[in-house]
């Protein structure tokens, strides 16, 4: 979701530099792993876009559907006048890898459109999950469609002023009500003074990263006080008033009587008095247990005990999510693995998808995603090798290994429902323990007869509360089943068996410890935030993972076995719930997809001068439903007196189809001025000389091999038309046309492992190689060879003392061989390669360039007051040295000189200056630069350094 108050402006700039997509070769690859056969199943409300293969579900997912239809429809007394699109992927995976969008990314749980109405999920196996974030899509169509009464366009979304915590929180209150988990962060929040006020948490340019969360979970809870303070229909009401009143101070004045400040100061005692009243009740951890690691973090989970000095865990601490051991002894980190580098380790799942165990030979068990699957990795501590268990699934969860190391122990999914299997090192087996409906996870043994859960088996499959299992693998019964009346997860096993730990999830996620030989429960701690991932260490004491003051830091706990608990079900003699069966009418049809083309944006604009005459542009990107087939269109024409305007006409034409892993397309296009040659993102490298016309067409094929390499080929022609032998006659000028023609085909090796933000890639690599070869087929056509290497290195600089810092290096080489190549040449110097210079002063078949730069934010968010208040994003500051030489390889060529015991440079050119950039979209920015060249001694006098204005991208 996206704040509303700028869609206007993200429209228009969107929609002018899409059609520069073709020029921009780096990026990572979005892999689609299986091509599915999809189907569509039609009920009263919605048409539901699903795979063949998860046909089965067709009556849960449909049941569902209207079940949050009419739900949503008794909240805002209003309902859509049309029929949702629902697309449902197959798993989180599949999700992350549509084509429909191209920000997915493991922490994006589903998205709306607002302006198509098209949702777009993965199915979930715990239906809870499930139910949770379905709902939550669904709630954005209702809003807008109640901001439209009935309807959804363009229109609806004009000129509503929300911040997007009225939003994201509506739809995460009116889909699951007040969970723990908002609570567990609230209250933290509450209690330790760092909760964001609500006009604090209406700018999210002046939000932390860290408290980005906020949006969801404080504008969660403010649903649940203003319900309780003005009733169940304030919902509702503020909905409508959004539609009728669209600015936001006018919005709560007509809904509330009351201002922002008001608001903030009735809510904010509200949450004092719902969570301060018991804090004396409550244990600060950081009195009752030792903090492992002094440095602070962000994100710190799952830890483990490799030895008594040593503590494996998953962390943020270098930026990347890596798994990390820490050696108390020496007080010193080292990193074992770095994910989002390696295909194996694309994803480190964490938490509750998460468990490293080791065994008593040293083996570390950990799970990540690798590809399109999710693998279990076995790390040999002391050989430092690993082997990889890739498994017959693509969702695995919460690996453990056994303590003599040849089974492990982990929950899957398979037909979409959640299982716990076994597998077998030494036979290679793997064993089923379950094959049903119900959710069981997070998997421990205790010996290798008996195993501890956590699983919905007690209370059903739509109950999101779980609660702790023991079970016999031998006798296949259950020996014990323990509920505290919350949802009991985490469970973690002491060395020697005894002992069962787990976390009790209430609004302060509590340690509690079963022990199996007293038969007792006892509650540990109750902490001021939440526990989470306990494991015990050899000496009887648990590791953990503790939340408060929005991080994540690990813990060491002696346990006590002081306070037992007599208030909690306990069973050894347990009955299975019987699965919930989903029964349904409202399937209407269910029929193959065919595919579906819509408008994604629409874009034109005219302009008219008596002297000049007229300007047009168009341009139109449409898709099918599913993002796998893409289209776009432009049009531009300038017609200047009485002249044809088919001389001034612009065409571009892309289509694309995405459907497999094997991406084609085609790319037409007649350009008769050179404006698109500049406002394309071309690199220096690719731009042609200047010309009259050009006109062509290429077939485009990429295959992507990992998600950071890939082939891309193109095949095509393109011809020139140049002006020469202009002749000035009096008023009369004359001139020459004379055409070229390329006959290409090139193929290129491109890479990119880079760490993006808003700005562009900050850390990493990305590098590309390209052959090409333009063939002589008629009179009039130019032959030659052309090979380049592109190098780019992104390093950011202490990012946890200098945020926003980094450090830029950019290196290309290329030649020019064959019978034609001074026809296509490189061109140096400029904006675009060695700053300081005019455009294209150096041309020849050899070339190289150098850049340096180090990139930093000059002013942090800041506002124009006249002629009213207007918040602008940070502008970043830029330091920049290029070096480079363009010259042909039949002549001398001396890079430095020496003049009077002085080096100096001869043909190596060298620029240096500063540079300014404000984000206009991610990556994409109005650039200001100011240069000058530098010969090795001297630049020129400030007041005769060039500037240049832009809109780009950086290298």
């Known amino acids: 979701m996206r704040n509303i108050k700028n869609i206007k402006v993200f429209l228009f700039v969107i929609i002018i530099l899409s059609i520069f997509d073709v020029a921009h070769p780096f990026g990572k690859n979005k892999i689609v792993y299986y091509t599915y056969d999809w189907k569509v199943l039609e009920s009263a409300h919605f048409r539901i876009y699903i795979t063949k293969e998860d046909l089965s579900l067709s009556n849960e997912i ?73 709902s939550h899509e669904l709630n954005h169509i209702f809003q807008v469609s109640s901001w439209g009464k009935g309807n959804i366009n363009r229109f609806v979304l ?97 809904t509330f009587q009351k201002n922002l400040i008001e608001i903030n100061d009735e809510f904010f005692d509200y949450l004092r008095k719902r969570y301060l009243a018991d ?20 994100f710190n989970m799952n830890p483990v005990e490799l030895s008594s000095s040593e503590i494996a865990f998953i962390s943020d601490r270098d930026i990347y999510p890596s798994i990390m051991i820490y050696d108390r002894n020496r007080n010193s980190l080292q990193r074992i693995f770095r994910g989002g580098f390696d295909e194996d380790f694309l994803e480190f799942h964490y938490g509750k998808r998460n468990n490293l165990s080791v065994s008593t030979n040293g083996i570390l068990c950990f799970v990540s995603r690798s590809g399109g699957e999710d693998v279990i990795h076995l790390y040999d501590i002391k050989k430092r090798k690993t082997e990889k268990l890739s498994l017959p699934f693509r969702i695995i969860n919460s690996p453990d290994i056994s303590r003599d190391g040849n089974l492990v122990l982990f929950s899957a999914v398979s037909n979409q429902q959640t299982d716990i299997y076994i597998y077998n090192r030494n036979t290679k087996n ?74 009790r999830f209430d609004i302060h996620p509590a340690l509690m410890i079963y022990s199996l030989e007293e038969k007792k429960l006892y509650e540990e701690i109750v902490p001021t935030g939440g526990i989470l991932c306990p494991s015990f260490t050899e000496s009887g004491n648990i590791l953990m993972t503790v939340y408060s003051k929005n991080k994540y830091n690990l813990y060491e706990y002696k346990p006590n076995y002081t306070n037992s608990v007599e208030n909690y079900y306990f069973s050894t003699a347990f009955s299975e719930e019987k699965e919930y069966v989903f029964y349904t009418s409202g399937i209407l049809s269910s029929m193959p997809y065919q595919t579906e083309f819509s408008v994604d944006n629409l874009f034109g604009g005219l302009a008219f001068n008596t002297s000049l005459g007229a ?92 998600t950071f390499d890939r082939f891309d080929v193109e095949a095509g022609y393109r011809g020139f038309d140049y002006i020469e032998n202009i002749r000035e006659e009096g008023e009369n000028v004359t001139f020459d046309i004379t055409s070229r023609h390329k006959n290409i085909a090139s193929v290129s090796f491109v890479h990119d492992s880079t760490l993006w933000n808003i700005t562009g890639p900050v850390d990493g690599i990305r590098y590309e190689a390209i052959l090409s070869k333009s063939f002589a087929l008629y009179p009039d056509s130019i032959s030659y060879e052309k090979m380049i290497l592109d190098f780019r290195g992104y390093f950011l600089i202490l990012p946890n003392i200098l945020p926003g810092y980094s450090f830029a290096f950019r290196g290309v080489a290329g030649k ?59 502008i970043w500051g830029v330091l920049f040295w290029d070096f480079g030489s363009a010259w042909n390889a039949t002549d001398f060529y001396q890079a430095f000189e020496n003049r009077e015991n002085l080096f100096y440079f001869k043909d190596l050119k060298s620029g240096l200056g500063f540079g300014f950039r404000l984000v206009l979209l991610p990556g994409i920015k109005l650039m200001f630069n100011y240069a000058s060249p530098f010969d090795g001694q001297t630049t020129l006098p400030f007041n005769k350094w060039q500037s240049f204005w832009f809109i780009g991208i950086d290298f």
Not at 190 to 197: A, D, E, M, R, T
Not at 439 to 451: A, G, L, S
Request: aromatic share 18%.
């Open 62 to 134: 449909i049941e569902t559907a209207e079940n949050i239809y009419q739900h949503h429809k008794n909240s805002f007394g209003n309902s859509p006048a049309f029929k949702i699109k629902v697309i449902i992927y197959k798993n989180q995976i599949d999700f992350q890898q549509n084509n429909i969008v191209d920000w997915t990314s493991p922490g994006t749980g589903g998205f709306t459109e607002f302006i198509k109405g098209r949702v777009v999920i993965p199915y979930a196996s715990f239906y809870p999950d499930f139910y949770h974030v379905l």
């Open 158 to 254: 004009q000129y509503i002023d929300i911040p997007l915590w009225i939003i994201e929180g509506a739809s995460e209150y009116n889909s699951i009500g007040l969970d723990k988990e908002c609570e567990m962060i609230i209250a933290d929040g509450v209690i330790n003074g760092i909760l964001p006020s609500l006009e604090r948490l209406s700018d999210l340019y002046n939000l932390d990263r860290r408290e980005y969360f906020y949006v969801y979970k404080e504008g969660q809870i403010f649903y649940q006080f203003i319900s309780e303070k003005y009733g169940k229909d304030i919902y509702a009401k503020l909905h409508s008033n959004i539609s009728e009143h669209r600015r936001f101070n006018s919005i709560l004045s007509n």
């Open 279 to 298: 804090i004396r009740n409550l244990k600060s951890v950081e009195t009752t247990a030792n903090r492992v690691i002094k440095e602070d973090s962000d």
């Open 430 to 503: 793997i064993i089923p323990v379950f094959q049903d409906k119900f959710y069981d996870t997070q998997p421990r043994f205790i010996d290798t007869n008996r195993i501890v859960f956590a699983s919905n088996r007690k209370n059903g499959i739509t109950n999101e509360n779980l609660d702790i299992f023991i079970y016999n693998l031998e006798t296949k019964k259950y020996e014990l089943v323990i509920d505290t009346y919350f949802s009991d997860e985490y469970p973690a096993v002491s060395k020697d068996g005894k002992k069962i730990a787990f976390i």
């Open 615 to 706: 300007a047009a542009i168009g341009i139109i990107q449409f898709s099918d439903l599913l993002g796998d087939e893409k289209y776009q269109i432009m049009l531009d024409s300038t017609i200047v007196a009485q002249e044809n305007f088919l001389d001034y006409l612009n065409i571009d034409f892309l289509y694309k189809n995405l459907r497999h892993r094997n991406n084609y397309g085609i790319h037409l296009f007649y350009f008769s001025n050179y404006f698109f040659e500049f406002n394309t993102f071309q690199d220096f490298f690719n731009m042609e000389k200047a010309y009259y016309k050009t006109y062509g067409g290429f077939l485009l094929y990429s295959y992507p091999l990992t």
């Open 816 to 874: 020019v061989f064959g019978v034609n190549k001074d026809e296509s040449p490189f061109y140096l110097g400029g904006f675009n390669s060695i700053r300081g210079y005019n455009l294209w002063d150096f041309k020849g078949d050899t070339m190289y360039l150098l850049n340096f730069e180090l990139r930093m934010p000059f002013i942090y968010d800041w506002t124009i007051g006249f002629p009213f208040p207007i918040r602008l994003p940070t």
